[in-house]
């Protein structure tokens, strides 16, 4: 149960660590009108939880009873 935390843990830190830059540049190319922009933000800041969420189901699980 604790190499999974633990895995799960760098799997959501280290998928952070690429997927805010991406935003970052995806939002550079974004035009400048606020709407757009904040649809963007809304989207991009909520959208990470999902991979996070079953990252965090995953490490949950508890595994098959054995024999």
Known sequence: MRAR????????IGGLFIYAPVAMVIAELLPPYWPVQAA????????????????IKWSLRRPPPSG
């Open 5 to 12: 935390s633990l895995i799960t843990t760098s799997a959501i």
């Open 40 to 55: 963007f933000f809304t989207v991009a800041g909520v959208i990470w939880i999902v991979p996070a969420s079953r990252c």
